[in-house]
């Protein structure tokens, strides 16, 4: 009896306990008035299982991949269906130029600038790898970028901080005067969908309070 009873207790207090970080993650404070951040995101942080990928290199897209790659495997192994996962990528560092479009990337080379090797010898990059998918890619690979993961209901994040590079870029091969106005002009080139946040480690931590389970997802 003292053991069934142990037992009994124990499972109460997992649930409890679960219930009181759900409870948390919706008492979050609302944004200060006048504040310029969209944390919107976090409402639709509601699936059953949550998780944040913290991509801070470029990698090639590797965050993504792995992003995408947690949701075919939990589908593969438990039968999880797609949207009983929230997925949330974060890209800072490194990885901020994952949130630019191919047109940003030809105009500003971005792949020369930041010294991106593409796969033939002795040249850069020249596009995004998850802005879209290569029509050549074999079929697992055909939702592994960054507007069909965001057409599935998950989430991509950017660090302003770190797009203070992508500001600096436009400000100089524009030869602009104010970063004012070579931020405004660089946002005009974030893939759509893509939600600035006020650094990667606020979002990554944003993430976790609302009960996202946290990954290294490039180094």
Request: net charge neutral; charged share 20%.
């Amino acid at each position: 009896m003292e053991i069934q009873r142990r037992a009994f207790l124990g499972t109460v207090g997992v649930g409890a306990l679960a219930a009181s970080l759900e409870a948390q993650a919706s008492a979050a404070p609302a944004p200060a008035a006048g504040s310029k951040w969209d944390v919107s995101w976090t409402d639709r942080l509601t699936r059953k299982h949550r998780a944040v990928f913290d991509s801070i290199k470029f990698a090639n897209g590797a965050g993504l991949f792995r992003a995408v790659i947690w949701k075919h495997e939990n589908k593969d192994v438990y039968g999880t269906p797609p949207e009983d996962m929230n997925a949330v990528l974060v890209v800072r560092a490194e990885a901020i130029w994952l949130a630019m479009n191919d047109v940003f990337w030809k105009t500003y080379n971005v792949g020369e600038a930041q010294e991106f090797k593409a796969k033939e010898p002795g040249k850069f990059r020249v596009t995004n790898p998850v802005a879209s998918t290569s029509p050549n890619a074999p079929p697992e690979f055909a939702d592994m970028n960054i507007p069909k993961f965001l057409a599935g209901g998950d989430i991509v994040l950017a660090c302003h901080r770190a797009f203070g590079e992508v500001v600096s870029l436009v400000k100089k091969v524009d030869k602009l005067a104010t970063d004012e106005e070579a931020e405004a002009k660089a946002l005009t080139f974030v893939l759509p969908g893509v939600i600035l946040q006020p650094s990667g480690v606020f979002a990554t931590l944003r993430a976790q309070e609302a009960g996202c389970q946290y990954i290294l997802a490039s180094s």
